[in-house]
C-alpha cells in the first residue's frame, strides 16, 4: 500500500462516478447483441486466442442456438460487478487532467473490500497527521491540478472521500438473491450465493470480507468453492434447472466468479473438468457474475471496437442517449484493432510504432490479472516480428488478431512512500490508477433492476514500471485525496 493517499482532482472523480451506470448499460447491453460479440470476437481473435474462442463457442451453445433442450441459462438474470480503470491524461492542446478508460473489468473486479480499508486509514492519517502531510500533499496537488482548477476547484474540502464499496457491492449481491428468491421460491434457509475462486488463492481476504458483509447487512450465506470441485460437488437439476450442493443440499442462488479469467484457472484443459464446470453453471438458472456475455462484453478486443465512430450508437440508438454518448466516448483513449478488420487509421498507428514512436502506444491482448501487455522495445519487437512493412503498406500477421493497440497514457507523477509487507518498499515518483466499481442487477428480459456507482479504488506504483496489477505484484493500493 501507499503510505497517504495520492492527489486526484475532484471534477475527474466526479466524471467517472457519472460514467459507471452508463457502463453497466453498455456491458447488459453488449452482452445480448450475439451478433456484435461474434463480429467482433469471432475472427481474428478466436482463431489465435484459445481461451477467447472458447468463451464464445459456450456463449454461442448456451444463449444463441436452439437445442430442442431446456434452456435455463436463458432466463436467469444477470449481475454485474465491474470496475472501470482510468488514468488522468492530457488531450493535446489541453491544459487539465481527464479520465481516460484503461480497460472495463466485469470478472473478478477485486480490492472492493481492501480499499475501503485503506481509504479509512488514509482519512485518519491526513487528520490526524495533518500538519506532518501537509507539504506533500499540497505538491502533489499542484502537480494534478490545471490551471483552471488551481484557483477553483469546488466548495467541498479536500479529503480521501468515504468509499462505499464495501456496503454497495453485497447490497447488489443481495438484489440478485432476493429476486432468485423471488422468482423460485428455494428453501430460504437452505439457499446461498457460490464464490468461485482459485486453488491456492493468495487474494482470500478481500472476498472474505465480501462474504462477511454479506452476512453481517444481510444474513446471506457464502460457500466457497474451485472449478475443479464444482465439477463433482454441485448438480445441475435437468428438470427445474436449480443448481444444488450435492453434499448439502444447498441451492445456489448466485455464482460469483473470482476466477475463471484466466486459462491458467482451467489446468485440465480446454475439454477438462474445470471448462465442464463453468458450462454447467452457466447453463443453470442461477443469476451468474459474470454471465458468459458479460464476461465477453469485458474483453480488449470488444473495448477498441466500441471506441470506433458509430459504435456506440447501436446500443444508445435514442436522441436522449447523445449526452451519454458523448461521455463515454470522452473517456475512451486511443484504440485500434490489428486483426483483419484493421483500417487505415490502425494501420497508421502501426506505422508510427514501427517509425520509432513505441514509447506512444502499449500493445495488450484478451488477459486480466496484469503482467501481460508489451511495452517500449518489447512492443516494437513483436511487431517487427509479425508486420511486413512495404512503402505504402503494412501486412500484419494473424497472431496479431487477439492483440489491440492502445494509446500510452501518461498520468501526473507524484512522489509517494510505497509499502510492502509492512515495510517501507521505497519512495520517489510514482502514478496511479483509478479504478470506479459500479454494480448492476438486470432481468433475463433486459429489465434494469438495480443500476450504481459502488466505491473506488486506486493503485499506485512507481513511474518506471510498467505493469499495474497489485495482486500481480507490480502496484500498492492507495486512495484518492481529492482537491
Known amino acids: 500500500m501507499s503510505l497517504l493517499p495520492n492527489a486526484y482532482p475532484k471534477r475527474a472523480f466526479g466524471q467517472a462516478q457519472e460514467l459507471a451506470p452508463h457502463f453497466n448499460q453498455l456491458v447488459d ?8 460479440l461474434h463480429q467482433t470476437l469471432g475472427g481474428g481473435v478466436s482463431d489465435t486466442d484459445p481461451y477467447t474462442a472458447k468463451l464464445l463457442q459456450l456463449y454461442k451453445e448456451i444463449y444463441v442456438q436452439e437445442s430442442g433442450e431446456p434452456n435455463f441459462a436463458k432466463t436467469a438474470d444477470f449481475l454485474g460487478i465491474h470496475r472501470s480503470d482510468y488514468m488522468l491524461h492530457k488531450d493535446k492542446g489541453s491544459d487539465q487532467y481527464n479520465i481516460k478508460q484503461v480497460e472495463l473489468n466485469t470478472i473478478a473486479s477485486s480490492f472492493a473490500g481492501l480499499s475501503t480499508k485503506v481509504s479509512a486509514l488514509h482519512r485518519h492519517l491526513t487528520s490526524r497527521f495533518e500538519d506532518d ?25 479536500d479529503g480521501v472521500p468515504v468509499n462505499p464499496a464495501l456496503e454497495r457491492i453485497p447490497s ?26 482459485q486453488d491456492g488463492e493468495t487474494n482470500t481476504v478481500d472476498q472474505r470480507m465480501l462474504e462477511f458483509q454479506l452476512w453481517q447487512d444481510h444474513q446471506v450465506p457464502v460457500v466457497r468453492m474451485s472449478l475443479t470441485s464444482a465439477h463433482t460437488e454441485i448438480e445441475l437439476d435437468g428438470k427445474t434447472g436449480a443448481l444444488k450442493i450435492a453434499s448439502t443440499g444447498q441451492e445456489i442462488a448466485v455464482v460469483y466468479f473470482r476466477a475463471g479469467y484466466a486459462p491458467t484457472d482451467y489446468p485440465d484443459g480446454y475439454d477438462g473438468i474445470e471448462w465442464k464446470a463453468r458450462a454447467k453453471l452457466e447453463r443453470s438458472r442461477a443469476t451468474k457474475s459474470p454471465s458468459l456475455g458479460y464476461h465477453l462484453a469485458g474483453t480488449k478486443k470488444v473495448q ?26 470522452q473517456a475512451f483513449a486511443g484504440l485500434y484493432s490489428l486483426g483483419d478488420d484493421a483500417t487505415e487509421e490502425d494501420k497508421s498507428a502501426v506505422k508510427d510504432v514501427l517509425a520509432g514512436a513505441e514509447g506512444k502506444y502499449v500493445l495488450k491482448p484478451q488477459r486480466e490479472g496484469g503482467g501481460y501487455n508489451f511495452y517500449g522495445e518489447n512492443l516494437l519487437a513483436k511487431l517487427k516480428a509479425n508486420v511486413k512493412q512495404t512503402d505504402s503498406d503494412v501486412e500484419l500477421a494473424p497472431v496479431l488478431g487477439e492483440f489491440i493497440l492502445m494509446e500510452r497514457l501518461f498520468p501526473p507523477i507524484q512522489k509517494a512512500i510505497l509499502l510492502r509487507g509492512g515495510k517501507v518498499e521505497g519512495s520517489g515518483d ?52 481529492l482537491c
Open 304 to 329: 477498441q471496437e466500441l471506441a470506433r465512430p458509430g459504435s456506440l450508437e447501436r446500443f444508445f440508438p435514442q436522441d436522449s442517449d447523445k449526452v451519454i454518448i458523448e461521455g463515454l466516448k
Open 430 to 481: 510514482t502514478i496511479s490508477e483509478l479504478g470506479c466499481f459500479a454494480t448492476v442487477v438486470a432481468s433475463t428480459d433486459g429489465n434494469v433492476l438495480h443500476n450504481e456507482y459502488a466505491g473506488f479504488l486506486l493503485r499506485t506504483k512507481f513511474s518506471n514500471v510498467d505493469e499495474g496489477g497489485v495482486a500481480s505484484g507490480f502496484a500498492t493500493l492507495s486512495s484518492p485525496y
Open 29 to 36: 447491453r453488449v452482452s445480448r447483441d450475439a451478433d456484435f
Open 133 to 157: 502531510v501537509k507539504d506533500l500533499l499540497e505538491t502533489n496537488k499542484k502537480v494534478v491540478l490545471g490551471s483552471d482548477e488551481a484557483t477553483t476547484n469546488g466548495d467541498t474540502p
Open 172 to 197: 447488489a449481491m443481495k438484489v440478485a438473491f432476493a429476486q432468485y428468491q423471488s422468482r423460485f421460491s428455494p428453501d430460504p434457509k437452505k439457499t446461498v450465493i457460490l464464490f468461485v475462486v
